[in-house]
């Protein structure tokens, strides 16, 4: 794997739906092409992966979806956070779901922020503005 020096920030997308990581990827990209952008399609592959990557691609963000099968994105985070070089790793979780009581778990479990998920491209590239300002 070679590493590119122009790129300032990594950035992990984690969701089963591949339309939505296309959408947040290229929102992302559309701000800055300063990012490397790593995309997941589930729970269970994201954290297969982490223990190597991490190392390698230390990530600035992590963009999770909470609603996927298998292992969701609660459980996940839970995880993921458990991992001792992943403690303090900015998550942001995305929900169609409004229900306050997971909002509240993921808060708990360490998530940074919990989103809802965007319905249009205008929206994804609203948050992603939002969430480079923030996070990187």
Known sequence: MTVDKKVKSTIFLVDDDAEDRIFLREAFLAITEDLRI??????????????????????????????????????????????????QLPVVIFSTASNQVHIQKTYAHGASVCLKKPCSFEEYLKIAGDLIVDFL
Do not use: A, Y
């Not at 691609?57 to 070089?85: A, H, Q």
């Open 38 to 87: 790593i995309e997941f399609s589930s729970g269970e592959e994201f954290l297969d992966f982490v223990p190597q990557l991490i190392p390698q691609l230390p990530p600035s963000l992590v963009v999770m979806d909470m609603n996927m099968p298998r292992m969701n994105g609660l459980e996940t985070l839970i995880s993921l956070k458990s991992i001792p070089t992943c403690g």
